[in-house]
């Protein structure tokens, strides 16, 4: 047989292979080494393997002549049931996702599918046997299938569906033999010296190959993108075994890295073969810590931030856990990158990259992290982000503890550790155990959970580094947690610092010098910081700044060469960058800008008087939004590009508008039907007259889109449409609903039901039910559809239940009024443990005139903390007597002693101003006073401060005795001030049955488990 046609088909094999990698992804190698590492691992490896596959055909060929009746027959079968095999395997394999692998067809199906391959292939290979090669028709098209094979192999579907490539691997290969096969040129190579020579030339290609491939495997960044690109020799390599990893030596030069590998040509850290222990805290505040001004309350964690260094303007991309933790281990903008259409659900996380390459990966955390938004997150969540070794349950930062423990003595040795722990502490209800509480009102019970949390972190620390000396450990945060800051409570409402910044600690001992530095970083730069330190290439979709250069030392002040620029955040439809020392937020309604150094408690908007400076970070800020749907454009639209003005748009870029205008005649009805829908989220009203005309588009979605984005723009003869959109058969839901709340904001109460249904569903996004809820509330105000808003108070009431969108539904009933409607606010009023949602049920109540009202105001105003602009409700609904003309309004009883300057809107103390507590009728001890003050200043009450800007409600002890006097001063005005019981805080809720989730690979043990000590993927 001629063995020039194998040697030929591997040839062209990694001709073909060569061209789809230098032409997809050619600019991920580092260097020309690693070029040419991966061309001597595909020529000769594939050269190779295409000889010994013919040599097996030809050998087996040979037999059946001598020894079979009907040689071509046998052979057949020979191959018949190879490929049965082989298909059998890979149609299993390709039927076990969750939708295919219980079904009742699928054994069966899988059986046909091979016997279906066996047979053809045993008929064909007889065929291609005998057949003397003539003409080029069989080849040629052969080829064509070979190399199309490969293309799709290396550009569809990327990452999924194993089966699938590897069925496009076998079928390359096989049709690449059949075409040199089958070629007509003449054989040579019929005598047994050449025969020879060729053999070895194969045999030493194939050794030639196999030394590449162990070369290849040895250069981390040439190895991924092999891995992850090449549609032939990255399935190989996927089986070879990683190349020898070297102990980082602690030095104050970077350890010599020879040429091709990743961390080369980085002043970066050298941690390769580094065990990590990264510990997030739920809801911490920066400030809580000694770095960042905290006083004596996190001795453990400000032990570990004296050895390390100290980020002091670290930002969370988006005061949310889910999001948050989903982007600092996945090195993305998760919430950008969800909002961009066909967005890829797949995100390669930190853990599963570091698996890849030796390191054995473990987590710690509770299934609340995935609460807002969780449909969002089904994948991460299904997939545990990557770990091997998973213990997902509710548990105490004690508990914690000992379970980390016990994975250190259980798992595996020789192989480095990644080990990941979420503390839930201090997340509300603030319940601090025994022995850590520091007070009963609201910030003294969330310092307790703080103080537990630390003590946690000192036994995890240890822990960690009595079983990994030298490890190093990295501290942070998911987000921070108000205080009426800014007027709020919680998180996940703003982009103020005690929302947005976190703490941030990196210790890793000889390797990172101690220190402070006020770069500005992101929870995205954990990732691809720990990835660049380790050696391991990241993802090319990942985000986020190696912050090698400022934990070495050579860049710990803003603007150095290798510091990071800017930091991002986003809640809502604001969206923030810092550069160090000043910070831009902006919303649809304009910008804001803050020195933080100057002002930290960003009070003072510099906007209006430092133009140039918001111009400059808008455009950071635009660049960044414009550059998310370039990195992720690789995973998007199926393949198909998807205009970038219109990803930046989506993405709430409003300097991108314009260009979206021409995409309202985009070929693609996709395209069209987007760019309506962003072009009317963004009101631009130029574009009206080309949204009417787009009513009468082709396509259903396309007028659909078109019809709600005329009714955002206020075009009155889209009405009528929008109301028919509501009950058009065959249209989305998600536009029906976005139907409903534009007539909504006209006026218009067509859509109530599908606005209830709206409120009330589960599945849908938070902020979707947050527009409906407001939605409804607008209609009921304005007198529209009062029977059918009627009818929607027990499904209101439905929705009290959840916590997050209670307050929005208290308004909505307020406004829809009738006495079920207040039943419902006040029975959710007597048990409200939530500050903002007390507030809306208070004023909800005062609004209806209802007499439960006042006595469960002032029930929870004798509280440690009270519920925001509670005095003001009672001043304004008539519970308080108001002077007849200048002063302030005291509890009756009360009188002002000592000199004062009173005003309509209220009294400003001056010498030896005091007010004289009631006596009869007063609350009897323990009592407590709130005092309404407001202006800028300071107000002294008694031995106590007040920073006061704007209405600004504070709340002490009243004094105890006969005299029960208060002094007063300071430049704040007194407007009110009541007298209340003093009432402990309502005991949190008991916590729900949760059972426990501890996911690991195949083979490891079950219930608590030990580590698995399975080898990674």
């Not at 079904?103 to 057949?131: F, N």
């Not at 102990?247 to 010599?256: C, K, L, Y």
Request: include cysteine; aromatic fraction near 6%.
């Amino acid at each position: 047989m001629d063995l020039r046609r194998p040697l030929f088909a591997g040839l062209g094999l990694a001709a073909v292979e060569l061209v789809l990698v230098f032409a997809l992804a050619g600019d991920l190698f580092l260097t020309s080494t690693e070029r040419w590492r991966f061309v001597l691992a595909s020529l000769p490896f594939w050269i190779g393997f295409a000889a010994l596959a013919w040599a097996f055909v030809a050998s087996a060929d040979r037999i059946f002549r001598r020894r079979a009746s009907h040689p071509s027959r046998a052979l057949g079968r020979l191959l018949g049931l190879i490929a049965g095999v082989a298909v059998g395997v890979l149609a299993w394999s390709a039927t076990a996702g969750r939708r295919l692998r219980d079904a009742s067809w699928r054994e069966l199906a899988v059986v046909g599918v091979a016997i279906v391959a066996a047979l053809v292939v045993t008929k064909l290979a007889p065929w291609l046997r005998d057949r003397r090669p003539v003409g080029w028709w069989l080849p040629a098209a052969s080829a064509l299938v070979a190399v199309g094979a490969l293309v799709v192999d290396a550009t569809v579907l990327l990452r999924l569906y194993p089966a699938v490539h590897w069925a496009l691997t076998l079928s390359a290969v096989s049709a690449a033999l059949v075409a040199f096969q089958q070629a007509p040129f003449g054989v040579w190579g019929t005598g047994r010296r050449t025969r020879a020579i060729l053999a070895a030339l194969g045999g030493l290609a194939f050794g030639g190959g196999l030394w590449g491939l162990a070369a290849l495997g040895a250069a981390p960044n040439a190895r991924f993108v092999v891995q992850e690109r090449a549609p032939l020799t990255g399935k190989v390599l996927a089986w070879w075994p990683a190349g020898p990893r070297r102990r980082a030596r602690a030095s104050a030069e970077p350890a010599p890295v020879e040429e091709g590998e990743a961390p080369a040509a980085r002043p970066g850290i050298d941690l390769r073969d580094r065990d990590v222990l990264l510990i997030s805290v739920d809801a911490l505040r920066a400030d809580r810590l000694a770095a960042w001004g905290g006083e004596g309350l996190t001795p453990e964690m400000d032990a570990l931030a004296e050895e390390g260094l100290v980020f002091r303007r670290a930002y969370t991309p988006t005061p949310h856990t889910s999001y948050a933790l989903s982007s600092m281990l996945t090195g993305k903008y998760l919430r950008e990158v969800l909002e961009l259409p066909d967005a890829p659900e797949a995100h390669p996380a930190l853990p599963e990259l570091l698996r890849r390459y030796g390191y054995r990966t473990a987590a710690f955390y509770p299934p609340a992290i995935f609460f807002v938004d969780g449909h969002r997150f089904a994948a991460l969540e299904q997939g545990g982000f990557g770990f091997e070794y998973r213990k997902k349950m509710f548990a105490s930062a004690g508990l914690r503890v000992a379970q980390l423990e016990r994975y250190l003595r259980e798992v595996e040795p020789g192989h480095p550790l990644f080990v990941w722990v979420h503390l839930f502490e201090p997340h509300e209800p603030y319940d601090p155990p025994e022995g850590f509480a520091r007070g009963d009102s609201t910030e003294a019970r969330y310092d307790g959970e703080v103080a537990a949390a630390d003590a946690a972190i000192g036994d995890l620390v240890r822990a960690f580094r009595e079983a990994r000396p030298d490890a190093t450990i990295i501290l942070t945060a998911d987000h921070g947690e108000e205080f009426g800051d800014h007027g709020g409570y919680y998180h996940g409402t703003t982009l103020y610092d005690e929302q947005v910044r976190v703490p941030l600690v990196w210790s890793s001992p000889e390797e990172v010098p101690p220190g402070e530095t006020d770069v500005p970083v992101e929870l995205l730069d954990v990732a691809t910081t720990l990835l660049a330190a380790v050696g391991i290439p990241r993802d090319a979709r990942m985000r986020g700044d190696d912050l090698g250069p400022v934990l070495r030392g050579d860049a710990r002040e803003p603007g150095q060469p290798g510091a990071p620029e800017a930091a991002f955040a986003a809640i809502g439809d604001e969206r923030m960058v810092v550069d160090g020392r000043y910070k831009l937020i902006c919303a649809p309604t304009g910008c804001r800008l803050f020195d933080l150094e100057a002002d930290p408690v960003e009070r003072r908007n510099l906007a209006g008087e430092e133009p140039r400076r918001v111009e400059h970070l808008r455009g950071t800020l635009s660049g960044l939004l414009e550059s998310i749907p370039r990195v992720e454009a690789m995973a998007m639209g199926a393949g198909r590009a998807w205009p970038e003005a219109l990803a930046r748009a989506e993405l709430g870029d409003a300097t991108a508008a314009d260009a979206v205008v021409p995409l309202l005649g985009d070929e693609r009805a996709e395209v069209r039907a987007a760019a309506a829908r962003v072009l009317g989220q963004l009101a631009h009203a130029p574009a009206e007259v080309a949204l009417a005309r787009l009513r009468s588009d082709a396509d259903p979605r396309v007028r659909g889109e078109a019809v709600v984005a005329g009714l955002r723009l206020g075009d009155a003869e889209a009405r009528a449409p929008a109301q028919a959109l509501l009950e058009e058969e065959g249209l989305p839901e998600e536009l029906r609903r976005r139907a409903a709340l534009g007539l909504a904001e006209r006026g218009d109460g067509a859509g109530v039901t599908t606005l209830r249904a709206l409120a009330m569903d589960e599945g849908a996004e938070e902020g979707a039910r947050l527009d409906a809820l407001e939605a409804l509330r607008t209609l009921a105000a304005a007198g529209v559809a009062p029977e059918a808003l009627g009818e929607s108070v027990p499904a209101l009431g439905r929705v009290l239940e959840d916590v997050r969108l209670r307050p929005a539904a208290v308004r909505a009933l307020g406004a829809i009024g009738g006495r079920r409607a207040a039943d419902a606010i006040a029975a959710a009023f007597e048990e409200e443990r939530y500050l903002p949602a007390r507030a809306a049920e208070a004023a909800a109540l005062f609004a209806l005139g209802d007499r439960r009202a006042e006595p469960l105001a002032r029930r929870y105003l004798g509280m440690d903390t009270p519920f925001p602009g509670g005095v003001g409700l009672l001043l304004e609904h008539g519970a308080l007597a108001r002077p007849s003309g200048a002063g302030a309004s005291l509890e009756a009883g009360s009188v002002r002693v000592g000199s004062w300057r009173c005003e309509v809107e209220g009294c400003l103390p001056l010498e030896g101003a005091k007010v004289r507590l009631p006596r009869r009728g007063a609350p009897a001890d323990p009592a407590r006073v709130v005092v309404l003050a407001d202006g800028e200043g300071v107000l002294r009450v008694g031995d106590e401060r007040f920073e006061v800007r704007g209405p600004t409600q504070v709340s002490l002890e009243a004094p105890a005795g006969p005299e029960r006097e208060l002094t007063f001063a300071g430049s704040a005005l007194v407007r009110a001030l009541v007298v209340v019981p003093a009432r402990e805080e309502l005991p949190p809720p008991p916590p729900e049955p949760w059972e426990a989730e501890e996911d690991q690979p195949a083979g490891a043990s079950s219930g608590e488990g030990a580590p698995s000590s399975g080898s990674a993927p």
